[in-house]
């Protein structure tokens, strides 16, 4: 009763602080809808909604086949991870969540593996790291790219350590759920991915329109909101953007609780190996600055555009390629089993 009573007061008061200060708020708030339909919207809807579809689709066998020995072999896990790793750790934060609640769903791995992946299955992606923060913010994609691979690698070294906590046995290869056709994954995909999105935009407005509010605490804004504290006006080392982008902001973890729950995994274990991970991505930021240097122009507060080769994006292309192979390989993968 206690604690109900001092919810209530909270966000009473909360509540009443946004209707005292409503112009700031609303400011606040229109101006994290601004950046998430500039930045996350473009960068993680099209890339969620196609590795939705491999999960859901018979591309999920015909893939784990052939790359499931990463997933068994670096990890310990169920070959069937595999996809989840790889579109956990290219799509973008919720992905990797949204990859193991769909796992565990269906039975293929249990509550500690589901738990375990989630120690590492994290990351920021291709598409918001090196082309929404690199490219765009900060001019420079090769300073994403080590960014976006800092990240990464902090993330493979947690996993890799992780395997040696459980152990090694037979791991399933096969998927053990029945496999939905291309158009009904697509649609069930799409309802997913977009749900997600609208969460997550909601989440980045309620942020930034409670840090309007706040004292302008440069370093603090990105704990809270990953996507306005990077991408704003203020500008970071690369090793302290690394170490931000790998713990993702508390507003990414509000939307990853009710999943993470679904496992029974505690928030403070996701937030101890949130914290852990940033400091090894710091650590692969430092390492990989030697070897690739990054002028100093591209840490200033004013944007940098760089020549485009093509009319279209790297991202964009790199879709159109990932949805031709979903379709050829549940096509493939459908011709095999029709076969037997």
């Known amino acids: 009763m206690k604690k109900s009573g001092a919810l209530f007061f909270v966000i009473f008061l909360l509540s009443a602080v946004f209707v005292g200060f409503a112009p700031a708020s609303v ?16 960068s993680l809807l099209p890339m969620l909604i196609l590795f939705l579809i491999l999960m859901k689709s018979e591309a999920l066998t015909f893939i784990t086949r052939l790359f499931g020995w990463i997933a068994v072999r670096l990890f310990n896990l169920p070959a069937v991870c595999t996809p989840a790793i790889i579109t956990g750790l290219a799509g973008g934060y919720p992905t990797g969540a949204l990859m193991t609640l769909e796992l565990y ?6 509550g500690a593996q589901a738990e375990r992946l989630m120690c590492f299955n994290f990351c920021g992606g291709v598409g918001f790291i090196v082309t929404a923060l690199g490219s765009a913010r900060l001019g420079s994609t090769r300073l994403g790219a080590v960014l976006y691979f800092s ?35 697509l649609v ?11 969460s997550l935009t909601a989440y980045i407005m309620l942020f930034s329109g409670f840090l309007c509010l706040l004292p302008s605490v440069k370093y603090l804004v990105p704990i809270f909101e990953i996507t306005s504290g990077v991408c704003g006006k203020e500008s970071f080392s690369a090793e302290l953007l690394s170490a931000y982008l790998a ?22 274990k996701f937030l101890f190996f949130r914290l852990l991970c940033s400091a090894l991505s710091a650590l692969a930021c430092r390492a990989l600055l030697l070897f690739i240097p990054v002028t100093q122009s591209v840490f200033s507060n004013e944007s940098i555009k760089a020549a485009k080769l093509t009319g279209v994006s790297p991202a964009m292309s790199f879709l159109l390629v990932l ?14 089993i029709h076969s037997r």
């Open 323 to 336: 949805g031709g192979a979903l379709f050829f390989s549940d096509l493939a993968s459908r011709r095999i």
């Open 27 to 42: 400011q606040g708030a229109y101006e994290g809808l601004r950046l998430a339909c500039d930045t996350v919207v473009p």
């Open 105 to 110: 769903s269906s039975d293929e791995i249990d």
């Open 188 to 198: 069930s995909s799409v309802n997913s991915a977009v749900k997600s999105v609208i």
């Open 151 to 185: 990240n990464l690698t902090a993330s493979l070294v947690i996993g890799f350590l992780l395997s040696f906590t459980e152990k090694r046995g037979n791991m399933p290869v096969c998927a053990l759920r029945a496999s939905m056709p291309i158009p009904d994954a």
């Open 247 to 268: 713990f993702g902001g508390l507003c990414v973890h509000l939307q990853l609780l009710p999943v993470i729950r679904k496992f029974h995994m505690s928030y403070l």
